[in-house]
């Protein structure tokens, strides 16, 4: 480490200094500029996902089955589908529902009559209007680390952990499937 006192004059800290602040500040624009893309569903969003699952009013005690959906043709999906699942196995509580994952290919949603809740993977997005379709006749809590998904009304629950948890409900998705969460929950959440 060289201290300050060995420069010659100011004008070479200056020097120094421009060169590695302006190299930050180019890499810090560049970071600031980058789209967002999709990311898999991290262990954090579980752990906020299966809290949200507690303050479900209506959720049944005991075991419940619990789809996780995924595209087919995405492997990236699967993959976090297959993540999401080995998750949920190992962590099955939910306050007091018990979940019960099983893998659900999102082009056969005939398999969801049973499920009460619905984990939707990343690279579903282009089945969410046909899960929101289904979730809704069967009454099934969707959610999503993909907010896109509660913005557009096809999920109930959004939950995003990275920087900082957040938690979105989208009321037309809630009222259409018919869940009902405690108040205090929905004062904590952000409802779009």
Request: aromatic residues 6%; charged residues 15%; glycine residues 6%.
């Amino acid at each position: 480490m060289v201290e300050i006192t060995n420069f010659k004059n100011s004008g070479e800290i200056r020097r120094i200094m421009r060169g590695g602040l302006l190299r930050g500040t180019v890499a810090a624009l560049l970071f600031i500029a980058t789209p967002l893309t999709a990311s898999a569903t991290s262990e954090k969003d579980l752990q906020v996902a299966a809290r949200a699952l507690s303050f479900v009013s209506n959720m049944p005690a005991g075991s419940v089955d619990t789809a996780v959906l995924y595209d087919p043709a995405n492997a990236a999906s699967k993959s976090d589908a297959e993540a999401i699942h080995a998750y949920l196995a190992a962590h099955p509580a939910a306050g007091k529902a018990k979940l019960a994952p099983r893998l659900v290919a999102a082009d056969d949603l005939s398999s969801l009559s049973s499920a009460k809740v619905a984990f939707i993977a990343e690279g579903a997005s282009a089945y969410t209007a046909a899960i929101a379709q289904t979730a809704q006749s069967s009454g099934i809590v969707t959610l999503s680390s993909d907010l896109a998904c509660v913005q557009g009304g096809h999920c109930v629950v959004g939950i995003a952990s990275a920087p900082r948890v957040e938690i979105f409900v989208s009321r037309a998705a809630k009222d259409a499937v018919g869940a009902s969460f405690a108040s205090a929950f929905l004062m904590l959440v952000s409802e779009i």
